[in-house]
């Protein structure tokens, strides 16, 4: 057999890149038969393993088949680094696309409504967000769509009642409303940043407006609490046994809470203090004003720009274009995003987080106002010989107090009176607008069926009225008198107010009965509708005599260091 050259072997199809060898004198210094090994491939496989490869781009590229002469050829390499960067192409792009799918904190490229946070469009009229055609191009041409309200903002500005959040207001939804799911999803994004929380509660209705699920938007971030609306409170309130009262509750909810601060955003009462907090805990981050719905959050930040507005000439420009303020629940409609801050970070109103079980949730949009006292509380106490409801049910001289009688707070609230000691008085804090009437129990259900809409409002009028569902929701309080020196509980109703329970102590009371009351039970009944939900907590200490009964416990060092300071 015929030795064979090196020629021989060499092939455009075996080489990479048709490699071609320019001087031939090279191969007759090895024209000696040799015996060589090579690997020959198979184009049809290469190019059929090649597109399989690029169809299933997302696997790693295969290993190395050997050493040697067994090795990968050059044009193997190349397919293979080829496969990896379209592989990495791919996971790129993905990479990025679950980067948008994460929850963003304000959407830059969507204009929005200064006054609400809903997105701006022009197709809509009844939604949120509707702006004038002509308006909002003439506003987009000259890049002012900053500066646009839209035209349910105009009408609540106006002191029209429009709600937009499905399922308050006595609305079920519709097409123009938003969900409070919804609202609550746009705040989801705050657990995973890192910001300062200023967390709104109203201190009318304390345990309605808490949030009991603050933890799960809030996250571990720090929280600087708000207690809003105390100039409301009783004429004479002493304002260190209502901010020991607020930490003892507070701190029994277990949240990451720096410190409390009584304020008041008519009269800035405590506003200043909250300015100076959050300069001094900010430290670079955002700062987000976070409260249940119509809590005060926007009327808050009016406030507080107005008194940094005094030393930061960012803040006074910001005033210009603040939140819109209503008694509607539901008014922010979306994040607003407010430059108040001279060394960075952004302050943002946010949508309020809507709680069924209040009394906002359930009566017409038109009652709204009603809800909300617009003056200092003053406690109307039953019995009493100098009230009288008009009908002569009011006062009471029986010798067995208020048993056998029941209370109607409005249309809103019914007090059965089962079992309480003759000298047992209930005073109600709420807005004055909601009467308060005494019928003898066995009447009760026949004056409420008469009178509901007129002399029981809300909910008014007579069609609101045969709309209306009822007290659907009965709740059995068993109360314990422990002290005759002070009033034994509160009970709250979430979105209106609270009842104070106590014994009048007359300096004819012998110490037996003294003792006997000491001893004994209060049996009631209260009656509100289906969601709305009763609270029995600590008594609240108002007026002129809640410094005489207030008790301030005494603290270990230990408690003293992690306890939160409160501020007025």
Not at 170 to 179: E, L, V
Not at 243 to 263: P, Q, R, Y
Not at 512 to 523: D, V
């Amino acid at each position: 057999m015929a030795p064979k050259t090196l020629s021989s072997f060499l092939s455009p199809f075996t080489l990479p890149y048709h490699l071609t060898i320019p001087n031939t004198k090279l191969l007759n210094l090895h024209s000696k038969s040799t015996l060589i090994l090579c690997r020959f491939s198979q184009p049809q496989k290469t190019h059929q393993k090649a597109t399989v490869s690029e169809t299933q781009s997302l696997d790693p590229p295969p290993e190395p088949d050997g050493i040697g002469a067994a090795a990968p050829t050059p044009g193997d390499r190349f397919l293979e680094r080829h496969r990896s960067f379209e592989a990495a192409k791919v996971l790129l792009k993905e990479k990025k696309k679950k980067k948008k799918e994460k929850p963003v904190k304000v959407s830059t490229n969507v204009a929005c409504c200064y006054g609400c946070g809903a997105p701006l469009q022009t197709s809509e009229p009844d939604a949120p967000g509707y702006s004038d055609p002509e308006t909002y191009a003439l506003k987009k041409k000259h890049h002012q769509l900053k500066t646009v309200i839209c035209g349910r903002c105009k009408l609540l500005s106006h002191g029209h009642m429009i709600t937009a959040v499905g399922g308050n207001g006595g609305y079920s939804g519709g097409k123009q409303f938003i969900m409070a799911e919804q609202l609550r999803e746009k705040l989801a994004h705050l657990r995973h940043e890192r910001a300062l929380i200023v967390k709104l509660v109203d201190i009318v209705d304390f345990n309605g407006s808490f949030l009991a699920r603050v933890r799960d938007l809030a996250g571990a971030n720090p929280i600087i609490l708000v207690i809003t609306k105390v100039d409301l409170l009783p004429k004479g309130t002493d304002f260190n046994c209502i901010g020991d009262w607020v930490v003892e509750a507070t701190a029994k909810k277990k949240l990451n809470v720096i410190s409390v601060h009584l304020t008041s955003s008519k009269s800035l009462v405590g506003v200043t203090g909250v300015a100076s907090e959050i300069q001094k805990e900010k430290k670079g981050r955002d700062v987000y004003v976070l409260g249940s719905a119509n809590v005060g959050k926007s009327a808050f930040i009016s406030a507080l720009l107005k008194m940094m507005a005094e030393n930061d000439p960012v803040a006074a420009s910001a005033q210009k274009y603040k939140p819109i303020q209503s008694a509607v629940p539901g008014t922010t409609l979306g994040p607003i995003q407010i430059n108040a801050f001279l060394g960075g970070g952004k302050l943002y109103d946010t949508p309020g987080v809507h709680l069924h079980h209040r009394q906002a949730a359930v009566v017409h949009s038109e009652d709204l106002p009603a809800l909300a006292p617009q003056s200092r509380l003053r406690g109307q106490s039953f019995p009493n010989s100098q009230v009288s409801s008009g009908n002569g049910t009011a006062g009471n001289d029986n010798s067995n107090g208020l048993n056998g009688y029941s209370i109607f707070w409005g249309g809103l609230v019914r007090v059965d009176v089962l079992k309480v000691l003759p000298e047992t008085r209930l005073t109600f804090y709420g807005p004055k607008s909601l009467q308060i009437h005494m019928v003898p129990s066995d009447k009760a259900d026949e004056f409420y069926q008469k009178e509901l809409g007129f002399l029981l409002t809300p909910p008014t009028g007579k069609q609101r009225a045969d709309e209306w569902r009822g007290l659907e929701t009965e709740r059995q309080l068993q109360i314990k008198i422990e002290d005759v020196e002070r009033p034994a509980c509160d009970v709250a109703i979430s979105g209106l107010g609270w009842i104070t329970v106590e014994r009048l102590c007359k300096s004819s009371t012998s110490s037996n009965s003294r003792t006997e009351a000491t001893a004994g039970e209060l049996h009631l009944a209260v009656h509100v509708p289906k969601p709305v939900e009763i609270f029995v907590r600590p008594p609240l200490p108002v007026g002129k005599y809640g410094a005489e009964w207030y008790q301030y416990r005494e603290l270990t060092e230990k408690e003293e260091e992690v306890r939160p300071k409160w501020h007025f």
